[in-house]
């Protein structure tokens, strides 16, 4: 394997792929004993988990501990254009060299014995980042917590647990209480778990599970809190009150997301200044992002084009409730799903936002949910609907409308952001 590069090495990857996904840790504590267990000379680890927000509330920690001078390793998942997109080191992508470098190793280690991609992939990251000098490591969730890949790290500094709500259901259970309690598997003896704003059956779950295992929850709306006033964002805590600017990622969720963000950079003895650039200087692509530059834009031409990656239920609510706070004026939205999502759930909140809908296939994606189906569903929510069999022919389609929300899926929203350079 050596010397070819990481996308050969990706593809070789998807052949070890298990024929059916069992959710399960033994493939990687083989591998990690294979590696000699990097995952136990990590920098210290703040591990996240949640149905939506993980991405944002890292990107802004990552800021926050950025601002403050510390060299910061990341891993999220999925990538938007590239694979390295999934791993930070020190503050940067990581690189071509480095990337296969860790690819190459895990491959050779691996044996040719069945593993997920992401469990390799995740292998290789904790990799890199036990040979890479840093001052914190941000793991994100892929999928649940108590099973999944990154949920290898005995004594986390820092847990955080963002909403949950309904997703994944085939792997994760089908109640809110199931799934909460997946998410809450990431929660360890005697470390600090920040929890965001949750529902009340989500959060008796959190509390069970982190009284059983002692570790101390701090809350919002009990032991932190978050609101704007006067276009400022206003946090406050046992250690006083902070009034910073809002977050640089838009709509009124973001707060919430901010609020677990500030928690955990106060608990790290984060000052004022690293937690205004944790707001100031945070970036996440796809999430409610207006594109500014390159062809799709030149092809909107004088209408507002924007990007966001939302996929269920608790994402259309935000991106309703972000589209009403936005001025009025008349939104087409080009929406591409994945045949695994609630479609009618995170369609249901854009009705009142929206003149019509286009759907759109995803392209490369063999589990894209057909665009008749997708146009149906859309029209059973209110949405009056049609399709186009690309992006680009629905920019063109879109007539009258004065903003463009390109929406429902991050594989299309990565697409989206290859096509617009």
Known sequence: MSGQGSDLILERMMTLHPKVIDLTLDRMWRLLGALDNPERRLPPVIHIAGTNGKGSTQAMIRAGLEGAGKRVHAYTSPHLARFHERVRLAG????????????????????????????????????????????????????????????????????????????????????????????????????????SRQDERAMAVIERVAARAGAPLLVQGEDWHVSEEHGRLVYQDERGLLDLPLPALRGRHQHDNAGAALTVLRSLGVDEAGCAAAMRDVTWPARMQRLATGPLVEAAGERELWLDGGHNPAAGIALGALLASLPARPTVLIAGMMNTKDCSGFLAPLADHALRLIAVPIPGEDNGLDPEVLASRARAAGLDADTAPTTEAALASAGDAERIVICGSLYLAGSVLKTNG
């Not at 994100?140 to 005995?154: F, K, P, Q, Y």
């Not at 955080?160 to 809110?176: N, R």
């Open 92 to 195: 940067e992508l990581i690189s071509e060299a480095a990337l296969t470098d860790a690819l190459d190793r895990c491959y050779a280690a691996n044996g040719g014995v069945e593993i997920t991609y992401f469990e390799i992939t995740t292998c290789a990251a904790l990799l890199a980042f036990a040979e890479t000098p840093a001052d914190y490591t941000l793991l994100e969730v892929g999928l649940g917590g108590r099973l999944d890949a990154t949920n290898v790290v005995d004594a986390p500094v820092a847990t955080v647990i963002t909403p949950v709500s309904m997703d994944h259901e085939a792997f994760l259970g089908d109640t809110i209480e199931a799934i909460a309690g997946e998410k809450a598997g990431i929660i360890k003896p005697g470390v600090p778990c920040v929890v």
